[in-house]
């Protein structure tokens, strides 16, 4: 939204970030930016999750040109084009959830974002409304240092979430729970030789 886009591009400038602002994202556009190694992208938008068939969950961006149908920013393009990004926020309904199977290659659109490439990713386990997501972002991004490099994203997603709790409006779980935080954890290179020599 216009209002939560406003808010992440003031209060990140302030802190000498370079923001490059997209009020009417593209697919096209959205895979450029994450295609953006070290780059964190934002992105507020109307999500859906189909466990049915999961080339249909994903992130509904604008039109490519005047007249045209939304674009759908799906799992299989992340698959496709993969992520260089090193942040991923999904502010988007529900993008969070995995679908309830016993397979593995079967995963939602926030671990696939993951699994592509970005090494953080925060994402809604379920909907919450509009004035709540905004305040969740402006709370999220306050949080973070000035230094990119330096976030502990887990703790701004904390105090973003207790920032919700703590409001007359949206103290509900249903609220500050939605948002959770998915990181890639790197394992250390085996050393030495295993077994019998």
């Known amino acids: 939204t216009g209002g939560e886009l406003s808010i992440i591009v003031d209060e990140r400038r302030q802190h000498g970030w370079r923001v490059a602002a997209a009020d009417d994202a593209t697919r096209a556009s959205v895979l450029a930016a994450l295609a953006d190694p070290g780059g964190w992208i934002h992105i507020a938008?109307?999500?859906?999750?189909?466990?049915?068939?999961?080339?249909?969950?994903?992130?509904?961006?604008?039109?490519?040109?005047?007249?045209?149908?939304?674009?759908?920013?799906?799992?299989?393009?992340?698959?496709?084009?993969?992520?260089?990004?090193?942040?991923?926020?999904?502010?988007?309904?529900?993008?969070?959830?995995?679908?309830?199977?016993s397979l593995s290659a079967s995963t939602g659109f926030a671990e696939t974002t993951l699994r592509a490439g970005?090494?953080?990713?925060?994402?809604?386990?379920?909907?919450?409304?509009?004035?709540?997501?905004?305040?969740?972002?402006?709370?999220?991004?306050?949080?973070?240092?000035?230094?990119?490099?330096?976030?502990?994203?887990?703790?701004?997603?904390?105090?973003?979430?207790?920032?919700?709790?703590?409001?007359?409006a949206f103290r509900h779980p249903r609220y500050w729970a939605s948002l959770v935080h998915l990181a890639r954890v790197e394992l250390p290179a085996a050393s030495g030789a295993h077994g019998r020599q």
């Open 45 to 101: 938008a109307h999500g859906t999750s189909n466990t049915e068939y999961l080339g249909r969950s994903g992130v509904w961006l604008g039109a490519a040109h005047l007249n045209a149908m939304p674009d759908l920013l799906s799992w299989m393009d992340i698959v496709e084009h993969g992520i260089r990004a090193d942040v991923v926020v999904l502010n988007a309904c529900a993008l969070g959830s995995s679908p309830a199977t």
């Open 118 to 168: 970005a090494h953080d990713v925060v994402a809604a386990l379920w909907p919450i409304n509009d004035t709540a997501a905004s305040l969740w972002a402006s709370s999220f991004y306050a949080h973070l240092p000035a230094q990119p490099a330096t976030a502990d994203i887990a703790d701004s997603v904390r105090a973003a979430m207790l920032r919700l709790r703590d409001t007359r």
